[in-house]
């Protein structure tokens, strides 16, 4: 069974940066595409940012040239540098991932960001 551990969420001040960091641990699985998606109160999850299996990206438009997603293979590991945070960033955050040959996708516990004053 797959499973997803994120960390990195906290408190910051806007105009702060924060990273996040997602974790996939089980046995023989193969991972497609990961990402973050994020949902604030009263509203909708949407998609923050996604990177496929060969490190294509695409971002919200809300977040480009702020945020950054990263993955590394080796670890299972995707991550969300998210820099000058400002307080409409707030939400919790969830990442995810597809597993190859099923399609299924995973999704993290999620992970509080705040952002303000």
């Known amino acids: 069974q797959v499973q997803l551990v994120e960390s990195g969420g906290g408190l910051v001040q806007p105009g702060g940066s924060l990273r996040l960091s997602c974790a996939a641990s089980?046995?023989?699985?193969?991972?497609?595409?990961m990402g973050w998606y994020r949902q604030a109160p009263g509203k909708q999850r949407e998609l923050v940012a996604g990177i496929s299996g060969g490190g294509r990206t695409n971002y919200a438009d809300s977040v480009k040239g702020r945020f950054t997603i990263s993955r590394d293979n080796a670890r299972n590991t995707v991550y969300l540098q998210m820099n000058s945070l400002k307080p409409e960033d707030t939400a919790v955050y969830y990442c995810h991932l597809d597993l190859a040959f099923s399609g299924s996708r995973i999704w993290g516990q999620g992970t509080q960001v705040t952002v303000s004053s």
């Open positions: 089980g046995r023989g699985f193969s991972i497609n595409d």
